[in-house]
C-alpha cells in the first residue's frame, strides 16, 4: 500500500513539475541527531514571493513546517530566502527517524496551493551518510576540502560529487575510489569516508554542492571571496623626441660606473707609485746604514794600527775591496 501510494503520488507530482518554477534533489539524507540543508533554486519571477516548507505527501494537505514570513515554529528549522542567487535554504537540525518523509519547498502565488509552484523531496534520516561540514569557505586561487561520511554498506558504491541544479556536473569515483582533475579530486578511504578537494578557485564556484554515494546525498555550500588586489603602478606616455625615465636611469647608471672605473684607474696607480717610492726610500736607507757600517769598520782598523800609521808616508784605501795600504817612507 505504502508503495503504491507513491507511485500515485509520483504520477501527479509529474504534471506541475514540468511547468514548475521551483527546483530541488529528489531525495536528501542525513544521519540521525545531525542536520540537513536544502537548497530550493526558483526562477527570477518568484523572488519577492513567499517561500515555505512544508512536510506530506501531497502539496495541498502538507503540514507547514517553515514559511519566509513568519517564524519557524520548530527552532530547529530555518528557512532563508537569497533573492540575489534565487535560492531558498531549508536547515533541519537534531532529526529524527520520525522526520523522514515527503517535504515540499514551494512560493506562494496565490490562495489555492495546487498552483503554487513546488518541488518536491524525499528526506531518508537513516546511519548512512554526512558529511564534516557542510560549509566551506575559500579565497579565489585557494583551494577548499570536504570529509563526506558514510556508513559500512556504501563501501563498495561509487561516491559523487554534484553542484546543485546541474545534474550534468556530476563527478563519480572509479574503481580505485579516486576521481583526479585539475580542479577537482575525490579519494575514497574505503572504510568510512571519502574526502573532495577544491583547487584553483573561482568566484563562479561559489554554490550549493551534493556530497553523494549511490542515491544518498548531502548538500554542501561553497563561499569563495575575491583575491585581494594589487595596486598597479601608473604607466606615463613618454612625449616624441623626449627621453624615458628608463632610458635617463640606464645612461645615468653607465655614467656612474664610468666614473667608478676611473675612481679605480687612478687610485690603483696612487698605489703602485706609493709602494715604488717606498721601496727607493727603503733602498737609500740602507744604503747609508751600510756605508755608516763600513765607515765605523774602518775607525776601528786604523786605531789598532794607529802607531804604523805614523810612520807610513802613503795610505791607500781601496773603497771597493774595503783593503788598506800602507808604504813606508824611503
Known amino acids: 500500500m505504502p508503495q503504491l501510494l507513491t507511485a500515485v503520488f509520483l504520477l501527479l507530482a509529474c504534471i506541475p513539475a514540468a511547468r514548475s518554477g521551483v527546483t530541488t534533489v529528489s531525495e536528501l539524507s542525513a544521519l540521525e541527531g545531525r542536520s540537513i540543508a536544502a537548497p530550493c533554486h526558483y526562477d527570477p519571477a518568484l523572488a519577492a514571493h513567499v517561500k515555505y516548507w512544508c512536510w506530506g505527501i501531497f502539496k495541498d494537505t502538507c503540514t507547514m513546517v517553515a514559511r519566509t514570513d513568519t517564524a519557524p515554529s520548530d527552532p530547529r528549522v530555518s528557512i532563508v530566502d537569497d533573492p540575489a542567487q534565487q535560492v531558498f535554504t531549508v536547515t533541519m537540525a537534531d532529526l529524527t527517524e520520525d522526520q523522514a518523509g515527503w517535504y515540499h519547498c514551494g512560493a506562494e502565488e496565490g490562495g489555492i496551493w495546487s498552483k503554487d509552484p513546488s518541488a518536491a523531496v524525499y528526506l531518508s534520516v537513516v546511519h548512512g551518510m554526512s558529511v564534516v561540514n557542510n560549509r566551506l569557505d575559500g579565497e579565489e586561487g585557494g583551494s ?108 645615468s647608471q653607465l655614467a656612474h660606473r664610468h666614473v667608478l672605473g676611473a675612481v679605480v684607474v687612478f687610485a690603483s696607480f696612487t698605489l703602485i707609485v706609493g709602494m715604488v717610492l717606498s721601496a727607493r726610500k727603503i733602498w737609500q736607507r740602507h744604503k747609508r746604514e751600510q756605508r755608516r757600517r763600513q765607515g765605523e769598520e774602518l775607525k776601528a782598523r786604523l786605531s789598532l794600527c794607529h802607531e804604523d800609521i805614523d810612520e807610513a808616508s802613503i795610505i791607500f784605501l781601496n773603497r771597493d775591496s774595503q783593503k788598506m795600504d800602507i808604504f813606508g817612507a824611503e
Open 144 to 251: 577548499v576540502a570536504v570529509d563526506c561520511l558514510y556508513s559500512k554498506r556504501y563501501r563498495d558504491i561509487k561516491k559523487s560529487w554534484c553542484r546543485s541544479g546541474d545534474p550534468g556536473s556530476c563527478q563519480f569515483t572509479g574503481t580505485e575510489g579516486i576521481f583526479d582533475s585539475p580542479s577537482v579530486t575525490i579519494a575514497d578511504d574505503r572504510v568510512g569516508a571519502f574526502t573532495v578537494n577544491l583547487s584553483k578557485l573561482r568566484m563562479a564556484d561559489a554554490g550549493w554542492y551534493w556530497c553523494g554515494v549511490g542515491t544518498q546525498k548531502t548538500a554542501v555550500q561553497v563561499l569563495v571571496t575575491p583575491r585581494p588586489s594589487t595596486t598597479a603602478v601608473p604607466v606615463t606616455s613618454t612625449p616624441a623626441g623626449a627621453r624615458s625615465p628608463e632610458h635617463i636611469s640606464l645612461e
